[in-house]
């Protein structure tokens, strides 16, 4: 509802100012109008001063202050209605809302960097760190160049230099499980095909794609049967390897398989903070007000009282939360199963049994065991 009440109020701003601005143009071609005709009647004859004298009583009954005055009103008196609503829809301050944490700048300052160079901003991100004075922070910069070199050259139909990358890291690609390298030979032996190239394309794929054969023997089959199309692969049954979503999607996993080499999330840590960040705001404004009230402060708790769901798209992996201690789980504290098949913290069993080899019962059901009967669970 607020958000409707929002746009009809932008919406009516920028009518008023579309109004405006066509009204000022008509005035300003009105006074063109009539200069260029005080012009033309200047030339033709010699009383000057009548002339001009006729001008000066024709611009003041246009009075185009006037006009262009009352046009800015409107605009004026639209807008500032629009700029209450958007106070009273929103919170302007939202200082309240994030807790003072000790964060080292020059670290704040590599994120920003690194940030800029991930989204391919060069320019913008060697010109923070010279402002900021993180000479360091430059080094984050080659690997992100060599990247969208790699994804320029792609842009260009030219798969060598990322051919060249996915061979130099082989070894760590094929411990992932990636087949970024095979795609990329696909591709190429396609785009040779495409020009009509069977010889060519066989001699490409003995090279380069027999050594796939024995663990993607479907895949290696169907490269084969193309061989029968080439110069038309677009009228056989093999159009999925021609479409332009190949490119796309391949650029797309070299992009994530490269930021992932370099110890990197695909997506910017930056943003992500970011966007979840103003997902949770509302929530977040909501609590401090409340805790206000209440004459409480909520940056001194250890935990947020409240529930504060971010989506899927933020959810990045498992944490259990312990039901008895209410804290999540760590590599000192892990999940442990019970033979009932609940599951607690492991410093929830110690306090529990109070002993290694004393039963104890579990806090959900009538089932008794000892430390020794309890597995460690991994997420």
Not at 264 to 278: C, D, H, K, R
Request: aromatic share 8%.
């Amino acid at each position: 509802m607020e958000l409707d009440l929002l746009k009809e109020a932008f919406d009516r701003v920028a009518k008023k100012q579309k109004q405006s601005s066509s009204k000022t143009l008509d005035i300003v071609n009105q006074i063109e109008k009539e200069i260029e005709q005080a012009i033309t009647k200047i030339q033709t004859t010699s009383n000057h001063t009548s002339v001009l004298t006729e001008l000066k009583d024709k611009l003041n009954e246009l009075a185009p202050m006037n006009q262009l005055d009352s046009n800015q009103k409107d605009i004026n008196l639209a807008l500032a209605k629009y700029t209450k609503l958007l106070e009273k829809c929103f919170q302007p301050d939202i200082s309240r809302a994030y807790r003072n944490v000790d964060t080292d700048p020059h670290v704040l300052n590599e994120i920003i960097s690194t940030h800029f160079y991930r989204q391919g901003l060069f320019d913008l991100g060697d010109c923070f760190t010279n402002e900021a004075r993180e000479p360091n922070a430059a080094s984050l910069k080659l690997p992100f160049v060599e990247m969208y070199q790699i994804l320029e050259s792609m842009r260009e139909r030219d798969l060598e230099p990322a051919l060249a990358w996915a061979a130099k890291n082989r070894g760590p690609l094929t411990q992932n499980g990636s087949t970024l390298e095979l795609k990329l030979h696909q591709l190429q032996f396609v785009e040779i095909l495409k020009k009509g190239n069977r010889d060519e394309a066989l001699k490409y794929a003995r090279t380069h794609l027999a050594r796939f054969a024995a663990t993607h023997k479907g895949s290696i089959q169907k490269l084969m049967a193309c061989l029968l199309w080439a110069g038309r692969l677009d009228q056989s049954p093999y159009t999925e390897f021609t479409a332009q979503a190949q490119w796309e999607e391949l650029a797309h996993e070299l992009a994530r398989q490269f930021c992932g080499l370099l110890g990197q999330s695909y997506e910017s840590p930056l943003e992500v903070a970011i966007s979840a960040g103003v997902q949770g705001l509302p929530t977040l404004l909501k609590l401090s007000t409340v805790m206000a009230g209440k004459k409480e402060e909520w940056q001194n708790m250890k935990q947020l009282p409240v529930a504060l769901d971010l989506g899927r798209e933020f959810q990045f992996h498992s944490v259990f939360v312990c039901p008895v201690l209410r804290e999540p789980a760590s590599e000192e504290n892990p999940p442990m199963l019970l033979p009932c098949g609940h599951v607690l913290s492991k410093q929830s069993i110690v306090k529990l049994s109070k002993s290694s080899t004393r039963p104890f019962k579990c806090p959900y059901c009538p089932s008794e065991a000892t430390i020794s009967q309890c597995r460690q669970l991994h997420f």
